[in-house]
């Protein structure tokens, strides 16, 4: 990203992840053994072949990874479809449109803790508490352990993150190990609460989840922790990573930024934008189940895929001009939601929260600006694309 007006700038690897153009749009990474798809209508294939494109990495991995049986993001068909259709419900236009009052309730709530300032630091004071306050409203637990979830997640997100599937080393098992315990602790946590739910049941999507059957069978306790802590995990974190990467990208441009202010039916469109321009978790991973044909490369079976969605939402076959941040896009078709049977179940709400939360926020701060003295800070998570802090000039 070019930010000449901005008082902050986006380093290289992270200019990498979204935006330089690749030699080659599918190719094969020696150092950590897998295959990388940059291309635009490369990743839809991918997307749109689950039988071929598994969901199911851990097969593969050099290592045991844990808590993947009851993980949405890592099924496939038929399983997937049926836990799927547990949560689907509760994520309906309806079902989303009538969560609006508490999402405009709960902003002004939060912003109104900064009342008197002329700074607000957005991941702290609304960008992280709005969201998983709104989702552990729907699962029915306590928003009021939401340090707890940020600690456990935070430290999840702690590791370097060299991840090769060739040559593991000991600093990716410590990584891996350390990951897993905060899972652990967040299993755990949500384990007790299900427990709960089948003793003394209520009107909530944790209950929901309890009482469910799948082919006959109820979920275990532990299936169903796995399950709910999949929407706790990433229901918080893509309206956080939306938020704040919205926020930057109008900040990098005050012309479009003074437009949206000026015309608000302009903001959803913004936030499209800001999805294809600055991906906030700009790779996902796919395994093939057999060779495969991919643009003009042949992929071996049993084969880690890594789909390079923050590229391919900056490929020129795909959208003109990609490296300019234009709002009036129509349509604008970004990957970053996913596309097919693992299109974001969240992603509608993640709309809803961002678009209301940066209305309010405009109604509040209409000269809102990053501080030139006090820049972003980007997480050092190369798989992760966004800032974990975000300190804003008010007034």
């Given at each position: 990203?070019?930010?000449?007006?901005?008082?902050?700038?986006?380093?290289?690897?992270?200019?990498?992840?979204?935006?330089?153009?690749?030699?080659?749009?599918?190719?094969?990474?020696?150092?950590?053994?897998?295959?990388?798809?940059?291309?635009?209508?490369?990743?839809?294939?991918?997307?749109?072949?689950?039988?071929?494109?598994?969901?199911?990495?851990?097969?593969?991995?050099?290592?045991?990874?844990?808590?993947?049986?009851?993980?949405?993001?890592?099924?496939?068909?038929?399983?997937?479809?049926?836990?799927?259709?547990?949560?689907?419900?509760?994520?309906?236009?309806?079902?989303?449109?009538?969560?609006?009052?508490?999402?405009?309730?709960?902003?002004?709530?939060?912003?109104?803790?900064?009342?008197?300032?002329?700074?607000?630091?957005?991941?702290?004071?609304?960008?992280y508490p709005l969201p998983i306050i709104v989702i552990t409203e729907?699962l029915g637990i306590p928003s009021s352990d939401r340090d707890l979830f940020k600690?456990?997640?935070?430290?999840?997100?702690?590791?370097?993150?060299?991840?090769?599937?060739?040559?593991?080393?000991?600093?990716?098992?410590?990584?891996?190990?350390?990951?897993?315990?905060?899972?652990?602790?967040?299993?755990?946590?949500?384990?007790?609460?299900?427990?709960?739910?089948?003793?003394?049941?209520?009107?909530?999507?944790?209950?929901?989840?309890?009482?469910?059957?799948?082919?006959?069978?109820?979920?275990?306790?532990?299936?169903?922790?796995?399950?709910?802590?999949?929407?706790?995990?990433?229901?918080?974190?893509?309206?956080?990573?939306?938020?704040?990467?919205?926020?930057?990208?109008?900040?990098?441009?005050?012309?479009?930024?003074?437009?949206?202010?000026?015309?608000?039916?302009?903001?959803?469109?913004?936030?499209?934008?800001?999805?294809?321009?600055?991906?906030?978790?700009?790779?996902?991973?796919?395994?093939?189940?057999?060779?495969?044909?991919?643009?003009?490369?042949?992929?071996?079976?049993?084969?880690?895929?890594?789909?390079?969605?923050?590229?391919?939402?900056?490929?020129?076959?795909?959208?003109?001009?990609?490296?300019?941040?234009?709002?009036?896009?129509?349509?604008?078709?970004?990957?970053?939601?996913?596309?097919?049977?693992?299109?974001?179940?969240?992603?509608?709400?993640?709309?809803?929260?961002?678009?209301?939360?940066?209305?309010?926020?405009?109604?509040?701060?209409?000269?809102?600006?990053?501080?030139?003295?006090?820049?972003?800070?980007?997480?050092?998570?190369?798989?992760?694309?966004?800032?974990?802090?975000?300190?804003?000039?008010?007034?």
């Open positions: 990203m070019t930010a000449t007006t901005a008082h902050w700038n986006i380093d290289e690897r992270q200019f990498w992840l979204h935006g330089k153009q690749p030699d080659e749009w599918v190719d094969f990474d020696e150092q950590i053994g897998v295959w990388r798809v940059f291309g635009y209508p490369e990743a839809v294939r991918v997307f749109g072949d689950p039988k071929t494109f598994s969901s199911d990495t851990g097969r593969l991995s050099p290592m045991e990874i844990p808590f993947a049986e009851a993980n949405l993001v890592e099924m496939d068909p038929p399983q997937h479809g049926k836990l799927r259709k547990l949560v689907s419900h509760a994520f309906t236009p309806k079902m989303v449109a009538n969560l609006e009052p508490r999402v405009v309730e709960l902003t002004n709530e939060l912003l109104n803790a900064t009342e008197g300032s002329d700074r607000i630091e957005l991941i702290k004071d609304l960008a729907m600690q456990w997640v935070d430290t999840m997100m702690e590791g370097t993150y060299e991840f090769s599937f060739s040559e593991p080393t000991e600093q990716q098992e410590t990584d891996m190990q350390r990951a897993m315990e905060q899972m652990q602790y967040l299993v755990d946590y949500i384990c007790e609460h299900a427990a709960d739910r089948r003793k003394n049941p209520r009107n909530d999507l944790l209950t929901m989840l309890v009482e469910a059957e799948v082919d006959g069978d109820r979920l275990t306790d532990t299936e169903v922790s796995i399950f709910a802590n999949s929407l706790l995990v990433n229901g918080h974190l893509t309206t956080t990573m939306l938020l704040g990467n919205s926020v930057l990208c109008l900040d990098a441009h005050p012309e479009t930024f003074q437009a949206v202010r000026a015309d608000r039916s302009k903001i959803p469109a913004a936030i499209e934008e800001s999805l294809r321009f600055l991906t906030p978790a700009p790779v996902l991973g796919r395994a093939t189940t057999r060779e495969v044909e991919l643009g003009t490369t042949t992929i071996p079976a049993d084969q880690i895929v890594q789909v390079w969605v923050g590229v391919a939402n900056r490929d020129p076959r795909q959208f003109e001009r990609p490296e300019v941040f234009n709002i009036s896009r129509d349509p604008n078709p970004h990957l970053t939601f996913g596309r097919g049977i693992h299109f974001c179940v969240g992603a509608p709400l993640a709309r809803l929260e961002s678009r209301i939360a940066m209305n309010i926020v405009l109604d509040r701060f209409p000269h809102l600006r990053t501080d030139p003295d006090d820049a972003p800070v980007f997480h050092h998570n190369p798989y992760v694309s966004t800032v974990s802090r975000l300190p804003l000039v008010a007034g």
